[in-house]
């Protein structure tokens, strides 16, 4: 498995492991939530039922030293045994009820504390009774600090649990996935075999139908040589998109490629074939190396097909221009032609794979200019087209002088463009 591909399995790994870690986690607190809920709501109702059986028969179940009842009779407050705290009673509280005769509830915090008071009529007087529930807010912390120790322990536990899930839900998806490369790479490679012994026997055919003069048996056969050069190509491209989807392991950055040699050396190669379509090609690069980071067969790779696009879809008589100049930390290559080009419209859709726009007639819109935008994207710079229809097209493409910050010291999938002497035929 690919270094990115361990990392993107890693990442599932962990996201399915948070995932089940939080929601448990979660399930935790609500159910912590609604115990607290209950708890406080069954305790508050269990001290007004004792502060009304206080109020009502003078005395209150609890402990002693957390419940006392005052009896107020005019002017005068009748306390029990038991020693009040600071602050009670609440003489307001037993005015008010006095004067009123309405039974008045309230609660008091104070030293830490909270007192729930009721103050009641009885008869010819007023009855308060006071409650301490600093046994009830123990429990409550007490019952908190369980469920909080539970909740970290649960969600540790939970974490742990969805990685060990994750690792056996992502485990087939991640085999998938390198049957998936393996088998578009191996068939790829098995298919390369053969068509390149069609096109070759092909080719030897269509020599000595030359000689022999049978002008039709030719033509069937130069037909033939296109259909599998067309087929190689399509197989190349499939390859490429396959690694250029798998990630590199890590290892040594490419040395910089020098773009002036590179697309000499490209437009050489091409000047025969230019002079037999009548094609005339112009270049215009800086007297100087101008190095870019990156991998040479896939540059070279993206300035041929580029050049190759423009030679098919240029008549005779008309013109590539080919310009490399540098704008400040950007190399950037311009390849404009006086052939059939394209609608404007189509300008953004034409690096769509398998994209034709209308009219577009064998202008290949499809995966080859996709994929040559994955390979400008992996090189860290942008292409762009320009067309009119029956005006010719500008494609330009834009590479950053220096590496971007954040590459060096890492897997990088430019690095994998390298793999692509293979299907490139460099």
Known sequence: MEAAEQTIVRRTRLRIGLFVGLTIGALLLLAGGISYTVLVRGQNAQIQRELAWGTAHGTIAGPPACSWIFEYEGTTVHTG???????????????????????????????????????????DGVVQAVFDARFQLSDRRHLLLAFSLAAVVGLLAAVLTGMVVGRRAVAPLAEALTRQRRFVADASHELRTPIAQVHTRAQLIARRARHD??????????????TTRRLGEIVDDLLLSA????????????????????????????????????????????AAPLPVPGVESALRRVVGELLANALAHTPAGGRIDVTLRAVDNVAEIVIVDTGRGFDQADA?????????????????????????????????????????????????????????????????????LRMWQLGAGT
């Open 348 to 416: 953004r859709r034409i690096f769509d794979r398998f994209h034709r726009g209308a009219g577009a007639g064998e202008r290949r819109f499809g995966l080859g200019l996709a994929l040559l935008q994955e390979v400008v994207t992996s090189h860290h710079g942008t292409i762009e087209a320009e067309g009119r229809t029956g005006r010719g097209a500008r494609f330009t493409v834009r590479l950053p002088r220096t590496r971007s910050p954040g590459t060096t010291g890492r897997a990088s999938r430019i690095r994998n």
């Open 243 to 286: 690694r250029l989807a798998a990630a590199p392991a890590d290892r040594e950055p490419d040395p910089p490629v020098d773009l002036t040699s590179l697309i000499g050396a490209t437009l050489a190669a091409e000047a025969e074939r230019a002079a037999e379509r009548q094609v005339t090609l112009t270049l215009d690069t800086p």
């Open 81 to 123: 045994a038991n020693p009040p705290p600071p602050g009670f009673p609440l003489h307001d509280a037993l005015a008010t009820v006095a004067a009123t005769g309405a039974t008045e509830i309230t609660t008091v915090t104070r030293d830490g504390t909270t007192y729930h008071v009721r103050t009641e009529a009885r008869g």
């Open 213 to 226: 003069g049978a002008a039709t048996n030719l033509e069937d056969l130069e037909r033939l040589i296109g």
